[in-house]
C-alpha cells in the first residue's frame, strides 16, 4: 500500500538544521506572547532565517500548529509542569523523533523511514535523492532538485555524528538527534564520489518500554489487536519510526506484558499478537516514565 499520495512537502528549514537549544527557545518566545516577525530577530537573538527556522522546526515537530498554539506535546515537555524543559533525557529525544517522521509535516523523514530504508539499509546521497525525485513525481509534489538537495543535507545532520571535527566543534555537533544514533556514516569505495550512509535495526536497548507503548496507544487507528508484523513493518508504527530489530520489538513486548496486566501477547501457530484489553492514557504512562527517573 502507497500511503504517499498526498503532496509531499520540503523545504522551510532555510537549510538550517534543529538545534538542541531551539525548541525550548521558540517555546519560551511564544509563552511571552511574541510573534514570529520582524521583530523576532532581536528578541531571539538570531537572524531571520534563523527565526524562521525556529518556527519551522516547532511545527514540523507538531509543537505548535500552524497558527503558533502549543500542542499537548509542547506542554508536556516543555510546560510549567514540562518532564524535561532542558532535553536532557535522551528518551525526550526519541519522544521528538517519533513524532517528527509520524506527524509527516517534513515529509524525508516519513518517507525514509517508513518506506526507503525498507529498500535499503545502506544508501548513499545520490540514491536517496533519487528516490525522493520520484516520491515528488508519483505524488504530483513540484519541487526543484536544489531544494531535494538542501533537504538531504538538513536531514543528515540532524542525525548524524560527524567523523572529524572542523573549526567549528559547536556547529558540527549540534543536530539534535545525533545521540540517537540512528544514522551511521559509510566510506564504502575509496574512489567513491558519495559518502554512504547506514540506518540497521537494532534492539535499541535505550528505549524505554513506556515509549513504545506511548507510540502504540497514539497511532491514529488504533486497534486493541495488533499482528508484531504490523508492530514491526506497518507505517508509522513502531518497528519502523524507532528502526527495531525483530528481537528488541519482542524485548519490548515481554517487558510491557509484565508491566501491564490488561496487555496480552499470544503466539498461535506463528501468527503473533499484541492485545490491549482496556483504554490507557498515553500521558500518563509516559509521565509515570519521568517521575521514576
Request: hydrophobic share 40%.
Amino acid at each position: 500500500m502507497n500511503y504517499f499520495m498526498s503532496k509531499l512537502k520540503f523545504s522551510g528549514h532555510d537549510s538550517f538544521h534543529c538545534r538542541a537549544l531551539w525548541l525550548r527557545k521558540g517555546y519560551d518566545f511564544i509563552k511571552e506572547g511574541n510573534k514570529f516577525d520582524e521583530e523576532a530577530t532581536v528578541e531571539l537573538g538570531v537572524g531571520k532565517n534563523m527565526v524562521n527556522a525556529i518556527n519551522y522546526w516547532m511545527k514540523s515537530f507538531q509543537l505548535v500548529d500552524q497558527t503558533n498554539k502549543f500542542s499537548e506535546l509542547a506542554e508536556f515537555i516543555f510546560g510549567k509542569d514540562g518532564v524535561d524543559r532542558t532535553l536532557e533525557d535522551i528518551t525526550t529525544l526519541w519522544l521528538l523523533h517519533y513524532h517528527l517522521v509520524t506527524e509527516n509535516i517534513a515529509s524525508i523523514y516519513s518517507l525514509v523511514f517508513n518506506e526507503f530504508r525498507k529498500q535499503r539499509i545502506e544508501f548513499s546521497k545520490k540514491q536517496l535523492h533519487n528516490y525522493l525525485i520520484h516520491k515528488c513525481a508519483e505524488t504530483k509534489t513540484s519541487v526543484s532538485e536544489n531544494t531535494i538537495t538542501r533537504d538531504i543535507t538538513v536531514f543528515l545532520r540532524n542525525y548524524l555524528r560527524p567523523k572529524k571535527a572542523n573549526k567549528n566543534l559547536e556547529e558540527m555537533f549540534s543536530g539534535l538527534f545525533i545521540d540517537l544514533d540512528l544514522i551511521e556514516g559509510l566510506k564504502k569505495f575509496e574512489d567513491d564520489d558519495y559518502q554512504w550512509y547506514k540506518i540497521e535495526n537494532k534492539d535499541r536497548n535505550e528505549i524505554p518500554k513506556e515509549l513504545i507503548l506511548y507510540a502504540i496507544l497514539d497511532y491514529k487507528k488504533l486497534n486493541r489487536s495488533i499482528s508484531f508484523d504490523e508492530l514491526h513493518f506497518g507505517f508509522n508504527r513502531v518497528g519502523n519510526v524507532f528502526a527495531l530489530s525483530s528481537k528488541g520489538l519482542l524485548d519490548k513486548i515481554n517487558a510491557l506484558i509484565k508491566s501491564y496486566k490488561n496487555i496480552t501477547f499470544t503466539d498461535d501457530a506463528g501468527i503473533r499478537v499484541l492485545q490491549i484489553k482496556h483504554e490507557m492514557n498515553k500521558w500518563d504512562i509516559l509521565r509515570k516514565y519521568y517521575e521514576k527517573k
